[in-house]
């Protein structure tokens, strides 16, 4: 009878499985399809019968299944793997490798299985990502070349998840640079240089369009009284106020920002900023006291193209607003004669 040729080389088999194992952790942008083709080529090279990967989430506990091969009912699997006793979990808790361990199928036959936990190394720690294992129909024996081929599958498959989770955290560290770099961190109000140039949008739109554009200043008042006498604590947490009514209160096309110490702006389309502004103040007087202390603010509002044709003059104009408020006493809104006058 003719020979299969090296494809029945048991040796083979573990070489392709190998080199099929590491080709898709290279080059696998879906984690649950890189792990699927990992495991796949263990179950291929070793002939198992079946076989699964679990993960374990760094923020919750238990398993969760993240491949499986050759099994009816995956979902059965996975509700077992609760119990502590159950070998994928026992990888995981013990983080040790187990071979040749018999086991029962629902329908009662006998199988073989080998279970190997997840390993990765940083920091100096070993980190357990999860567990893979394999199963075989009874009666079969693991030698020490397909131990020590899961154990390469167990490292590819470990190193996988640990590539995902890196990219992963990194995207989260540039979305979350990408915030700061837009936000005041105390507030997480709009900062003054995204006020800026949400600000300079606007006004290149509007005069596009032939519209007008609103730019109220707010002032908290006493604010550097309050800050001397109380402390720094107590004019942080005024700020935080001020800032959520000022968020829960303007319009969804509007824009707010902190742009100084105890100063506030907010970008309005249209001319409704006085408005918007008075409701603004009207909401900031509700605020309960803060160490003793009511809580209010000032504002001066102006319009363009009537007060400023750019964002300078604009500035200027609600600037000179804002000291004849606060000129004027404690919670009050001045306007520019163009807006007085609207």
Known sequence: MASDGPSSD??????????AAIAAAASGDVPDATLQAILDAGVAALDAAMGAIFLADPDRPGLSLAASSGMADPSRLAADVADPAHPFTQAVTSRTATFDRMATTPDGAMFVGAYLPLIVRS???DAVLGSVG??????RDIDDAERGFLGD???IAAIAIDRVRLASTASERSEWFERMAHTDPLTGLANERTVSRILELELTRAGRQGSEVSLAMF????????????GPQVGDDILRRVAAVL???????DTVGRIGGDEFVLVAPGSAGALVARRVLDGISALPVVAGRSVSVSAGVACFPADGTDS???IAAAAAALQRAKDGGAGTVAATESVSGS
């Open 134 to 139: 394999l199963g075989w129909p009874a009666p």
């Open 10 to 19: 048991p040796r083979s088999r573990l070489t392709r499985g190998l080199s």
């Open 123 to 125: 920091g100096g720690v």
């Open 219 to 230: 002032d908290v008042d006493d604010f550097r009284a309050a800050n001397a006498a109380d």
């Open 312 to 314: 300078e003059s604009l």
């Open 247 to 253: 968020a829960e209160t303007v319009r969804l096309v």
């Open 153 to 155: 599958i167990a490292a």
